[in-house]
């Protein structure tokens, strides 16, 4: 057996600078908008939701969120992480496994799991207790320029999750200066095609159907009137050029 190569000494010393470069590296890549990844990173997490889980009844109940986020969302997380143990894509940030595994076909099961886990994370942000700020602002002004008002806007956003066949998403993107309203199938996402997006609505069954049934419309006209986080949605508003 090959003699092991002896550990250096590990002093407090040592310890305090290692922390020390890690938060920095943690604090510069939260700057740039995706988590931390460092050298033997943990497996990807399921984050906690943003409000608590009686925030948005009665339009989603506790009930939906716990096989929502606690078992369907929670499922993808795990899924992804016992795919890509071992592989060039462990370790790298959630939203570069998706772009990476869009691209090859071999990699499909990835792209399903890692780009849902993206999906449901965005949509979680997309979503605020009732009673929260309406757009203002240069989010305001393009809402406006894009589809004449904000109730213009979500009607196209009721008509988009209504309209997508089967299992899918509707989300509000900014394509240039414009915005624009887009659906996706299963998995799909726009992180992929170019665009930016700004908010989402999840519009699998099992987003609605505990709380709503088959009234899907019923879902997306409540959750779209009521529910739609439109800081966040200010936020990932790219600067116009």
């Known amino acids: 057996m090959p003699e092991e190569t002896p550990r250096p000494e590990t002093t407090d010393a040592s310890r305090r600078d290692f922390l020390k470069g890690a938060a920095a590296a943690a604090v510069a890549a939260g700057a740039l908008g995706f988590p931390a990844i460092l050298e033997g990173a943990a497996p990807h997490e399921l984050a906690p939701l943003p409000w608590p889980d009686t925030a948005l009844e009665p339009v989603i109940s ?4 716990s096989f929502h986020w606690g078992k369907h969302h929670r499922g993808y997380v795990d899924a992804l992480n016992g795919l890509v143990k071992g592989g060039p894509l462990e370790g790298k940030p959630l939203a570069d496994v998706v772009r990476a595994s869009a691209a090859d076909t071999a990699s499909r099961a990835v792209f399903n799991n ?3 886990a993206w999906n449901h994370d965005f949509f979680w942000k997309s979503l605020r207790p009732k009673g929260g700020a309406a757009p203002s602002g240069a989010l ?3 809402i406006e320029a894009s589809f004449g008002s904000l109730e213009g806007l979500k009607k196209e956003l009721v008509a988009a999750g209504l309209g997508q066949f089967g299992s899918g998403w509707a989300w509000l993107v900014a394509d240039g200066a414009a915005l624009k309203v887009v659906k996706t199938a299963n998995a799909d996402t726009p992180l992929t095609t170019g665009v930016a997006p700004l908010l989402v609505l999840d519009v699998w069954e099992h987003a609605y159907y505990l709380d709503w049934q088959n009234r899907r419309k019923d879902y997306l006209t409540a959750v ?5 986080n439109w800081e966040f949605a200010a936020s990932n508003l790219p600067k116009k050029a």
């Open 62 to 65: 506790a009930k939906t969120l």
């Open 140 to 142: 305001a002004e393009r």
């Open 114 to 116: 890692a780009a849902q």
């Open 224 to 228: 779209v009137d009521a529910y739609l």
